[in-house]
């Protein structure tokens, strides 16, 4: 049986050095870093958990809200102010896994979970995510649960997190420290495109920890819903997922972000819709049109082109459900 090294790290310096070591991994509730090590399609020679830290702290100010990286799902969904101010998030993370695994599933696992495409997980089969340049069997597979935005011709396994969604509406920034110091990412730049190198997933240096999210407060994020649209109502994957924040002046849309899960290769943020709704008044007719454009580029296959329809579907139902303020 191989030996897997484990470290339970008491400070964030601690933890860099032992995330320094060679295949590293750092291991916070577990609940997809252990599976897919049971699955042996993650091999890290060791983990080092981050649980013990003194990151998790969920802490509001007037700018916005800063979430402690091993704050846990349940904990910022509940959190008072998340429900306040940012009411997509909460939202979004309560519509993800279960309660259980929410209560395990922290902020930076949930930012860092893996794509659930069956042929990622199953080593029966060629994924170019798991063994880069060994082809892809999603290609001509089952796509049904596949990306229909942002693939390329080596990968189109879809992005799984709500959470993630909402945070891309909300355009927060992740904070991160490594063996060379401290950065911020900007949200739409943290989880990457498949492109060539489905492999790499996530603009995160070697032995970078992820310490905190922040999320700024405005008023499109306190007017904001988020809709999931799924095989069943608890414990499954987005088909369709939107994240919509408006903010509404003088009958007016003054600010649009929408964010759409279950259908990109990542957390899939539409400019294009959100430009489209700016300066309209909210109404069905411009929701359409937001939808029509943020689906303009879709890219489907054998089994997921109802998913184009889906999606639209669902950015109009999240647009009038903010709207309304339901
Ligand atoms: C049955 C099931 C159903 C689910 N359904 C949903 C769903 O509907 N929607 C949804 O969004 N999610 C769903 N999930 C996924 C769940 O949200 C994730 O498993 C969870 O958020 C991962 O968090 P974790 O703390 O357990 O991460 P871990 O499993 O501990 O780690 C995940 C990854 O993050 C890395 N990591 C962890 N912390 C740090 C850090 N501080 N810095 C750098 N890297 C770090 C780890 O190395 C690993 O690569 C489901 C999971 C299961 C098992």
């Known amino acids: 049986m191989r030996q897997i090294a484990y470290d339970r790290a008491s400070s964030v310096d601690d933890a860099l050095r032992a995330g320094a070591q060679p295949a590293a991994a750092f291991l916070a509730g577990g609940t997809s870093l252990v599976d897919l090590m049971k699955l042996e399609v993650l091999n890290p020679a060791r983990v080092v958990d981050v649980t013990r830290l003194d990151l998790s702290r969920i802490d509001p100010s007037t700018e916005g809200i800063r979430l402690g990286a091993t704050a846990t799902n349940a904990a910022v969904a509940a959190h008072p102010e998340v429900k ?29 979970q893996r794509t659930r495409c069956a042929y990622y997980r199953d080593l029966a089969t060629r994924c170019n995510k798991r063994e880069p340049a060994s082809g892809c069997d999603a290609l001509q597979g089952w796509t049904r649960m596949h990306a ?71 008023p499109a994020a306190a007017r904001s819903r988020y809709v999931k649209v799924r095989d069943r ?3 499954a994957f987005a088909l369709a997922s939107c994240a919509a924040c408006l903010a509404i002046e003088g009958g007016r849309i003054a600010d649009a972000r929408i964010a759409l899960g279950g259908v990109g290769t990542k957390p899939w943020r539409s400019p294009e819709a959100e430009r489209a709704l700016a300066g309209q008044s909210p109404s069905p007719e411009a929701f359409h049109r937001a939808a029509d454009l943020a689906l303009r580029d879709a890219r489907t296959r054998r089994d997921n082109a109802f998913k184009v329809e889906l999606a639209k579907r669902t950015i109009v139902r999240a647009l009038a459900l903010v709207a309304e303020g339901a």
């Open 148 to 218: 229909i935005l942002g693939g390329s011709e080596h990968c189109i396994a879809a992005h799984p997190s709500d959470m993630c969604v909402a945070l891309a509406a909300l355009g927060a920034t992740i904070h991160v420290r490594g063996p060379r110091g401290e950065r911020d990412i900007p949200f739409a730049d943290f989880h990457l495109l498949p492109g060539d190198h489905p492999e790499r997933e996530f603009a995160l240096d070697p032995g970078e920890l992820v310490t905190s999210v922040f999320v700024p407060a405005t």
């Open 233 to 235: 109502l608890s414990y």
């Open 84 to 112: 306040r101010r940012f009411p997509v998030l909460s939202e979004a993370l309560l519509s993800g896994a279960s309660p259980q695994l929410r209560n395990m599933a922290t902020v930076a696992g949930n930012l860092m």
